[in-house]
């Protein structure tokens, strides 16, 4: 062991120590010595900001694999989105992944996640309190990643093709930008960014350029901006015969619960075919003719100007190429029914009255069938009652006329005693045949001696009911009318020329109370009579436009036969359901605000959300 010596009396002095901390000359050092030598201690600083600026939203990434599968479960494109983005993005929004060659692809977020960063365990006490102790969240502890939807392939229609890559469109001198199915995986690290071209957003979506506006589109309540002025982006629907009749011959669905602004949109829309004009079969175009059956008594206010409008507003639509305005050509046709008056002082609409004169059960026997009478009753009532009675009453015989018929003991034992109609048979017919006594005939002309006035090119004819406190009643004239307007539209030798040769838009609001399914000969005779005017629409130029609040209730026949649905704000699980929209826009249906809706139109475009017009074009409300 070697002997340490006097090494505990070490008091830690050294010479060359001290003589260092000294000046050459044993003196003390220059003020400044210390802070040179902390300066020349120091690590040289580094600029770590990366050179140039970042574009787009994030990259893809390829760390769970890039796949595009002609199976939409089976697809798989995820991105990563950088800590300065993540605030902005959102569920629905629409990016653009572009290919090597020009190309892009157009994309929807389908879904958002944050996932760790670094393997650690956050769900700690520990943890939990330092985060409840911090002011914010350290972004960059975490991957933030959006799973994309792919939803077409965006490419320039240069007239040219390029084989090289699988027979890709390739851009020649811009060209016209068109869509294609998604038939290309985008490269790995590929800069991702969000759609803000116009044209490349309605070109993605597959909507119009051209044709009647419904709304502006939306993403989660907010609409979409873009770099275009005006920045929002219109949504249109097909009106045109380019490629295909006009989707307004191919029916329409408004479905929206109480409050959800069906009224409101309805009147948009409906303002905006008033002046149209479409081809008919012999060459003509006259204007489309619209009526609408209003059980709430506010169509007819759509004669005058909303005096809420104001004028920045009305520049804004007329921008757009929306009309805004009161239709001076509207009137009130209002049927006269018996112990009923109808008083309206919330518009300034021309108002005529009407009857339905009993002619019209003859070829609509339905009419007053109800919905009580059973088969082998109504075959006695179309196949007996009803030709014998005009044979000996003549055609335009009222329904007093009818009762008294029915009402001679004579006819009832000489049916019964040829086998014709039992006896109980015909007790029932006569029965369940009484109670139209203030619907028929009543003290006005029949609706059959003005159908120049209810059906006019470009006219609005608004058939209220609200002053009608008998559901039955009001039932039995809405069929009536409209059953006169079909059966005339399909008609080969029609009656009346007038409603053959215009077009025409049935508008019915509160649909399901006409059109449901019912085990009864009114209601199968009605389903019958509206599915075949839904088939035959784009032939005749003849359009439903139906509004509910209960989508279930209408008649599966009929609703197969629409092809535009917009839905509002629903909150029954069975109603959403019924509408038949793709499962990610359902999940929005029952949070929509007043206005906002889902638009699936498949002939139109894809399925979109939308904002309407925060006022109405036309006078809307009572105050």
Known sequence: MSD??????????????????????????????????????????????????????????????????????????????????????????????????????????????????????????????????????????????????????????????????????????????????????????????????????????????????????????????????????????????????????????????????????????????????????????????????????????????????????ARRCEREGVKTGGHDDTIAFVPKVAGAEYNASHHRAEQVEFTIPFSLVHSNPWLIAGSSLNDNQYGALVNTLLPRFKREYGHSATYD????????????????????????????????VRGFGGVFDQDARPITDQISQLVRDGGLTVIPTYHITDSRTASTIVLAVSSLLIDQKLSNDPTYDRIKETPLVLGMDEAHNFLTDADSVQGRKVIGKFTEAAKQGRKERLGLYLITQDPQDIADPVFKQINTTMVLNLGDEDAIKAVNIPRNLESKVPYMEKGQRVVYSPDNSEPVELIGLSTCVTRHGRE
Do not use: W
Request: aromatic residues 8%.
């Open 4 to 313: 340490l010596g006097d090494f505990t009396d070490f008091d830690g002095g050294d010479d060359e120590s001290e003589s260092a901390d000294d000046g050459e000359d044993g003196t003390d050092p220059p003020a400044d010595a210390d802070a040179e030598r902390a300066a020349s201690d120091d690590f040289e600083r580094m600029d770590v900001t990366p050179a140039g600026t970042d574009t787009g939203l994030g990259v893809l990434s390829a760390a769970d694999g890039l796949r595009i599968s002609e199976d939409d479960d089976e697809c798989n494109l995820r991105a990563y989105v950088t800590v300065q983005n993540r605030s902005r993005v959102r569920l629905g929004k629409y990016l653009l992944v572009p290919y090597p060659d020009g190309e892009r692809l157009f994309c929807r977020i389908s879904a958002l996640e944050y996932a760790q960063e670094f393997r650690a365990d956050d769900a700690t006490e520990i943890h939990a309190r330092r985060a409840m102790r911090e002011a914010e969240i350290d972004e960059q502890d975490f991957k933030f990643m959006a799973t994309l939807d792919p939803i077409a392939v965006l490419y320039a229609d240069g007239g040219a093709q390029d084989g090289s890559d699988g027979g890709a469109a390739t851009p020649r001198d811009g060209g016209d930008l068109k869509r294609r199915m998604t038939d290309r995986v985008p490269k790995p690290e590929t800069v991702v960014r969000e759609a803000t071209d116009k044209s490349e957003i309605k070109t993605g979506l597959k909507i119009p350029a051209e044709g009647v506006f419904l709304g502006h589109l939306s993403v989660g309540g907010e609409k979409v901006q873009t770099s275009a002025q005006p920045p929002t982006i219109d949504y249109r629907l097909k009106d045109d015969y380019e490629s295909g009749d006009p989707l307004v011959f191919r029916h329409t669905l408004v479905a929206g619960g109480t409050g959800s602004g069906k009224t409101h949109s309805s009147k948009n829309v409906l303002r905006q075919y008033l002046g149209r004009t479409y081809e008919m079969g012999d060459g003509r175009t006259p204007e489309l003719a619209v009526v609408q059956f209003d059980p709430q008594d506010e169509y007819a206010q759509m004669h005058d100007d909303n005096p809420k409008m104001d004028a920045n507003f």
């Open 401 to 432: 006329q009818f009762l008294t018929f029915l009402g001679d003991p004579a006819l009832k034992e000489e049916l019964h005693e040829t086998g014709d109609i039992h006896e109980a048979t015909f007790d029932a017919v006569k029965r369940r």
